[in-house]
């Protein structure tokens, strides 16, 4: 299984980037699909995380700013990231937790990792 995240890049205060993450591979089902963000010098934090059904959670950072989205037919996440603060400037990783074909149980995955950074 791969997760791979696109997207990132540079942009200046108040403007917006949108992140991808596609998942492959021998995948049964997924289940919860989200964005971890970790900034130098910090702790990894959620930032946003999508159900199978489509429920949503978001740091109280990016509510209203952030959107996650997810295309369950391409096995796919999204982060729109709109209204950026230079705060926001983090390596953005997706994570997803599902099942393999064969497999038994959920296990989390991680994707390498998009640099998105905010210049004031």
């Known amino acids: 299984v791969q997760l791979q995240a696109s997207g990132g890049g540079l942009v200046q205060a108040g403007g917006s980037l949108r992140l991808s993450c596609a998942a492959s591979?021998?995948?049964?089902?997924?289940?919860?699909m989200g964005w971890y963000r970790q900034a130098p010098g910090q702790q990894r934090e959620l930032v946003a995380r999508?159900?199978?059904?489509?429920?949503?959670n978001y740091a109280d950072s990016v509510k209203g700013r952030f959107t996650i989205s997810r295309d369950n037919a391409k096995n796919t996440v999204y982060l729109q990231m709109n209204s950026l603060k230079p705060e926001d400037t983090a390596v953005y990783y997706c994570?997803?937790?599902?099942?393999?074909?064969?497999?038994?149980?959920?296990?989390?995955?991680w994707g390498q990792g998009t640099q998105v950074t905010v210049s004031s």
């Open positions: 999508i159900t199978s059904e489509g429920s949503t």
């Open positions: 591979g021998t995948i049964f089902s997924i289940n919860d």
């Open positions: 994570n997803t937790v599902l099942m393999t074909n064969g497999g038994i149980s959920w296990s989390p995955y």
